[in-house]
């Protein structure tokens, strides 16, 4: 099978259409009129047909060249799109990012995440779901996601999960600086007046599942006094007293309410662990790799916080 017609062979062709002649088209593409016209022969030869009746006042098209009028502007457009969408992705003077996170993520590392990004790139639409790391996990596999940062462990069929990107830990906290003198046991929770975040997704949610599962071994068990949402409506309410609660340390210190509490980790320690997950053989366009490399690093400064006050308590309580 012979060349194809080219995409210059096709825009010469509706140029002549609509300035009615080769000059006046060879005068708008910015080309001689010799070269333009040698481009119409070769099309009318690649074709077999002839497209122009050629007259000393004006060109007529023939019955071909009509016909072929809408099919040489869908290939055209065709052309320009697909020449966008690459410039888009390369470039990313286009596209979107699409990526779940845990709700509590918003807390600390979304705001500063996405102004960075869109400092950098502002014609790339942003959508950013803060769900509950089971439900992220489930947009992820059926493709409603790109991508998503969840707490381990999850259900990771159909997943693809990086190691472990961030891990921080969880802290008691209390308006009672009685509470918070020295880690709390096991023994210790289920005694407590607790508010725990997570009250819809508690039996898919990895710290109360972690939780539960500790005071059973312990032969214990966990009945918080209130149930909330989300771990920043949890600390408020410990802020007000109504109870003590469990939270990440990097949510404990960053709440606007932190300077009214104090806290403490859990004895033995209890880490969380977050990592980032992808469909399983899927493809990510170039905003959402883009997000995730500038996420990393954000995550990075994160991890040195944590590590660092984990550190020092561990140091000062010896």
């Given at each position: 099978m012979g060349e194809g017609p080219t995409l210059r062979q096709l825009s010469y062709f509706?140029?002549?259409?609509?300035?009615g002649s080769f000059s006046a088209a060879a005068e708008h593409e910015?080309?001689?009129?010799?070269?333009?016209?040698?481009?119409?022969?070769?099309?009318?030869?690649?074709?077999?047909?002839?497209?122009?009746?050629?007259?000393?006042?004006?060109?007529?098209?023939?019955d071909i060249g009509r016909i072929l009028i809408p099919l040489a502007t869908s290939t055209l457009r065709s052309a320009d799109l697909i020449a966008a969408t690459a410039r888009e992705a390369t470039t990313l003077t286009g596209g979107s990012v699409s990526f779940g996170t845990f709700s509590s993520a918003h807390r600390?590392?979304?705001?500063a995440l996405i102004t960075e990004f869109h400092a950098h790139y502002p014609q790339v639409q942003i959508k950013i779901l803060g769900l509950n790391s089971s439900e992220v996990a489930q947009a992820v596999r059926t493709g409603d996601l790109e991508a998503g940062l969840v707490q381990l462990p999850i259900d990771d069929h159909g997943l693809?999960?990086?190691n472990p990107v961030l891990i921080d830990t969880v802290v008691y906290v209390s308006a009672d600086v009685s509470h918070t003198r020295r880690p709390v046991t096991i023994e210790q929770l289920a005694?407590?007046?607790?508010?725990?975040?997570?009250?819809?997704?508690?039996?898919?949610?990895?710290?109360?599942?972690?939780?539960?599962e500790r005071a059973r071994q312990a032969g214990v068990s966990i009945e918080p006094f209130a149930e909330v949402e989300f771990q920043s409506a949890a600390m408020e309410l410990a802020a007000n007293g109504v109870g003590d609660t469990l939270v990440s340390y990097l949510v404990a210190r960053s709440h606007a309410n932190a300077n009214r509490v104090s806290w403490v980790p859990l004895d033995p320690p209890f880490e969380e662990k977050f990592a980032f997950v992808t469909k399983t053989h899927g493809v990510l366009s170039p905003a959402t790799?883009?997000?995730?490399?500038?996420?990393?690093?954000?995550?990075?400064?994160?991890?040195?916080?944590?590590?660092?006050?984990?550190?020092e308590y561990e140091r000062a309580h010896r």
């Open positions: 509706l140029s002549s259409v609509e300035h910015h080309v001689s009129q010799p070269s333009l016209s040698e481009q119409i022969r070769r099309l009318e030869h690649t074709l077999g047909a002839t497209l122009f009746i050629r007259t000393n006042r004006s060109l007529q098209l023939t600390y590392l979304l705001t693809s999960v990086s005694s407590a007046k607790l508010v725990l975040s997570e009250a819809r997704w508690k039996d898919d949610d990895p710290l109360r599942r972690r939780i539960t790799q883009q997000f995730m490399a500038l996420a990393h690093r954000h995550i990075a400064a994160l991890q040195d916080s944590a590590s660092t006050w984990r550190a």
